[in-house]
């Protein structure tokens, strides 16, 4: 058995409590820790508000070869920084050699089509 | 060079024809294995961009009623109204094996099956958007575990595909290349060997008969 939890600041996570999501609001001081702690502690799916992830993004990278737990980006309360997007053409280009998917797509405010 | 390190003898031989063997196998097997990854991705891929782009637009729906719902209430009655959750959420976590890749299937169950419970407060004191926002978050949910489970799945296929391109090229490149070189010497030097042998073997057969008969052989 798992928990999810939602990492990010204060105003972008909170709502997340009342889906019954673990909430840890956090800055970029106390973020690495508290990542380390809920990968290690029982958190099979971690969610991250687009700007704390740029801000850690070595310590996320630690978990990328692991099958759990899962770190995903999700636009925070300031809008959408385009991190999220950018990171599944940047998994394609692993994959390929070159984004040759989604490569016309603008990495920005993309509405769904 | 490789083949200078390389002993012309009939075991090296065989040992290289083995290795051969073994490389052309595991190249082809390598490469089915590459191929089938990269479909599986690609559709995988697909399903993740379309998932990624449906969660971030619902989040920031949900935002943006949360926004509005604070703009009605005070800071303290809506931090009390989400204070204590009533709904938990259980996740479980299988894996699935795609081409000897080990992704995770997640699954959840809520703690009460009743789906109002999302709304950890009376209604008294909240405004009528905050049930609204909480409502359009909960609706995203499912999508965002969909979400969690495909990207991970993709970010983890990407990595194996890499490493069994890199792979695939090495064999194909440099390990085949240099084992047919090396068997190619050795064939040639054994040849070369065995002429001389011959050479010698008639030198030898003509100085003799010279030697007992006083004449040389035409």
């Known amino acids: 058995m798992y928990n999810i939890a939602v990492m990010g600041d204060l105003d972008s996570v909170y709502g997340f409590a009342s889906l019954g999501l673990d909430v840890f609001p956090a800055g970029a001081q106390d973020a690495p820790e508290l990542l380390r702690k809920l ?42 920084t385009g991190a999220g997007i950018q990171g599944v053409k940047n998994t394609v280009e692993q994959a390929i050699g070159s984004d040759i998917l989604f490569g016309s797509e603008p990495a920005g405010e993309g509405e769904p089509r | 060079m490789a083949s200078t390190q390389i002993k012309p003898t009939r075991m090296e031989l065989t040992r290289l024809k083995k290795k051969l063997g073994t490389a ?10 590459r191929d089938e990854l990269m479909r599986e991705f690609m559709d995988l891929v697909r399903e993740n961009m379309e998932l990624r782009k449906k969660v971030e637009a619902g989040i920031r729906a949900a935002n943006v009623n949360f926004v509005v719902a604070r703009a009605d209430m005070s800071e303290e009655i809506l931090q009390a109204a989400l204070m204590v959750p009533k709904q ?16 995770p299937v997640f699954d959840y169950t809520t703690r009460t099956p009743d789906a109002n419970d999302i709304y950890s407060y009376g209604f008294a004191f909240t405004s009528s958007e905050l049930d609204g926002a909480v409502k359009s978050l909960s609706d995203v949910f499912p999508d965002m575990l969909k979400l969690a489970e495909v990207e991970k799945s993709c970010q983890l296929m990407a990595s194996e595909i890499e490493k069994t391109r890199r792979r695939v090229n090495a064999l194909e490149h440099v390990i085949i290349p240099e084992t047919r070189e090396g068997i190619r010497y050795i064939t040639m030097k054994l040849d070369e060997n065995e002429r001389s042998t011959q050479t010698r073997l008639m030198k030898v057969k003509d100085m003799m008969l010279e030697q007992a008969h006083h004449y040389s052989e035409k």
Do not use: C, F, W
Request: hydrophobic fraction near 40%; charged fraction near 30%.
């Open chain 1, 39 to 80: 990968a290690e502690g029982g958190y099979g799916v971690i969610y991250i508000t687009e700007e704390l992830a740029a801000l850690i993004a070595e310590d996320i990278e630690r978990y990328a070869e692991q099958r759990l737990p899962a770190i995903i980006q999700i636009p925070g309360i300031k809008g959408n």
């Open chain 2, 24 to 33: 052309v196998k595991g190249h082809k097997l390598l490469k089915d294995k």
């Open chain 2, 88 to 103: 938990s959420v259980e996740l479980k976590a299988s894996s699935r094996n795609v081409m000897s890749v080990d992704v």
